[in-house]
């Protein structure tokens, strides 16, 4: 292979449901001289599926620095490298960074086989503003830590992105309410792609309550969605919905799919219906 054929590929795989797996992955994979995955042993299952044969080397956070040297050689040979994580898109809470950035600075092409990844996914569902959003990856184990970001963030007016630890997600949710509020909302998306695929709640206040009665919401995978703060500011708009929803629905109803679409508390919107109801309606005499 010549130098000009040199590319590191970085490549997304499934979330859990083999048929995401696109068709030029599975081209990519297959060509390549060499693939950098998190955990081979992983990966082979993955690969084995797809027929893919090609050889494999380890890159993972504990070997990143030294590997990088390694694949980086490799590409200035020529050789044509596929990084893949264990799961969804790499460097997304993911291995590959230090390997991307040393690449690009040793002037090798790095394109991109896209693909799954948990934020798209989640956020394509959730029902929360997605023209603006924020990712925060994990939350620190710490509860210091983790409140004084979550104190942060308090006043984000994006929607914000996390990815919920399955073993934390009662301290997790507590802290968030203490921080943003039970009427924040929010939804958790467990599972994404997977048989046992679920969503859950509007507020973190629903979601509390859930956690402490169904304990299979603390299994598997999850991101969770906080609506952003006074996601939308624009107060006339938020009634004219309102006073629509109202029109068609239960009042509890209205409300809840107006806090949902709007990122507005429930509360305030709820002081919101009741005034419309009280208020007379205009005589047509
Ligand atoms: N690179 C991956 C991606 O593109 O989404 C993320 C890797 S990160 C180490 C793993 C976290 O992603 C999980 O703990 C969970 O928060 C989220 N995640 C991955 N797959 C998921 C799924 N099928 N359903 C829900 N969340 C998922």
Do not use: W
Not at 83 to 106: E, K, M, Q, Y
Not at 145 to 163: F, G, H, K, M, P
Not at 185 to 207: D, H, M, N, Q, W
Not at 264 to 285: G, S
């Amino acid at each position: 292979m010549s130098n000009e054929s040199a590319v590191l590929y970085v490549v997304a795989t499934p979330i859990g449901n083999l048929g995401d797996m696109t068709a030029r992955a599975i081209d990519v994979l297959r060509d390549a001289d060499v693939i950098a995955a998190e955990d081979t042993r992983h990966s082979r299952r993955l690969l084995q599926h797809f027929g893919i044969a090609t050889p494999m080397l380890s890159l993972h956070d504990h070997n990143e620095r030294k590997q990088c040297e390694n694949v980086v050689a490799r590409l200035l040979q020529g050789q044509t490298v596929a990084l893949i994580s264990d799961a969804g898109t790499p460097l997304i809470s993911d291995p590959g960074f230090r390997l991307v950035r040393s690449a690009r600075a040793a002037g090798v092409p790095v394109k991109a086989v896209p693909g799954p990844c948990a934020v798209t996914a989640a956020l394509s569902i959730a029902g929360l503003p997605t023209d603006r959003f924020v990712f925060e990856g994990f939350l620190d184990n710490k509860a210091g830590a983790r409140r004084a970001r979550l104190e942060e963030l308090a006043s984000e007016a994006r929607t914000i992105v996390i990815y919920a630890s399955p073993r934390r997600l009662q301290a997790e949710l507590q802290a968030v309410a203490d921080v943003m509020g039970e009427d924040r909302p929010a939804v958790l998306l467990r599972e994404l792609t997977k048989a046992f695929e679920s969503s859950y709640g509007s507020t973190i206040g629903e979601l509390l309550q859930l956690v402490r009665v169904d304990a299979d919401m603390q299994k598997g995978e999850m991101v969770l969605l906080l609506g952003g703060a006074q996601a939308v500011d624009d107060t006339a708009a938020t009634d004219r919905l309102l006073a629509a929803l109202l029109a068609e629905l239960p009042l509890k109803t209205a409300v809840s799919v107006a806090a949902q679409a709007t990122g507005v508390a429930r509360n305030t919107l709820y002081q919101r219906a009741l005034e419309f109801q009280h208020k007379k309606p205009p005589d047509d005499a």
